[in-house]
């Protein structure tokens, strides 16, 4: 059901079916579902979130694009069939497993298992591709994440660096994602090093001719650490911007 903080926003709300008392209230009982009319008054360009197991459903409702955001367990399972009109985006996982993904990891042998994860996601864009329009574009979080404060950002930087130029790019672009500065990993709340401010991600996007996914909530909960606005954030960032996670940013959670 809904967080508990969210409770204050539901008075004086009409729940859109009857709700016994002591039920779990989620967020589609009181939010209108989306229609086919809302569907059609937006921009030329847009995209739906789809897994292997919804994305002929998630396609039938016309969008531009669709990103499969990959599991773990996506990355053994056979491609789903059929041929889509859709451009597609395919996500990363984030964790495999117990285990969570960093490419900029300081300890090599994450870093080395991170880029085979990677690169096997890399394949199944590539194959998944051939059922799709245009080049496959393939999302990934730069990772430089730890339970503890910041430390050696410059390192970090560097060791992601050098982790995108070792994955292999024929075939696909790759969008890595601008990351929040405290994710929410595995029950407790961590630290991003890198890839949070719009200053460095411009830099390193300058120098190195990436483009990039622009995370919307992300980019709102780093500008609530940083005390910056996020309209100037987004602007910074547009010309390399190719692709966008959109969110309302609003609230403790972006």
């Keep these: 059901g809904l967080s508990p903080q969210e409770f204050p926003s539901l008075v004086g709300r009409r729940a859109c079916r009857d709700l016994a008392e002591g039920s779990y209230v989620w967020r589609k009982d009181v939010e209108r579902p989306v229609s086919e009319a809302d569907l059609a008054g937006l921009p030329e360009r847009w995209g739906l979130i789809a897994r292997f197991g919804d994305l002929e459903r998630m396609a039938s409702w016309g969008p531009r694009a669709v990103e499969i ?23 990363v996982p984030e964790m495999v497993g117990e285990f969570y993904l960093n490419l900029a990891a300081a300890n090599d042998a994450v870093r080395q298992r991170s880029l085979e994860v990677a690169r096997t996601a890399i394949r199944k864009a590539r194959e998944l591709g051939e059922n799709f329009r245009g080049v496959p574009r393939v999302v990934l979080h730069p990772g430089g994440h730890s339970r503890d404060e910041a430390a050696e950002p410059e390192r970090l930087r560097d060791l992601f660096v050098r982790s995108m130029e070792e994955l292999e790019k024929e075939g696909v672009k790759l969008l890595p994602e601008n ?9 407790g709340r961590w630290v991003s090093s890198i890839f949070t401010g719009s200053r460095e991600i411009r830099e390193l996007c300058e120098s190195r001719g990436w483009h990039l996914t622009l995370d919307l909530s992300h980019a709102a909960l780093a500008c609530a650490v940083d005390g910056v606005d996020l309209a100037g954030f987004l602007r910074e960032l547009r010309p390399w911007v190719e692709h966008y996670h959109i969110s309302d940013a609003y609230g403790v959670d972006g």
């Design 179 to 187: 990351l929040p500065p405290y994710p929410w990993v595995k029950g």
């Design 69 to 91: 955001h990959l599991t773990g367990e996506d990355l053994e399972r056979p491609i789903p069939p059929g041929k889509f009109e859709q451009e597609l985006i395919v996500h």
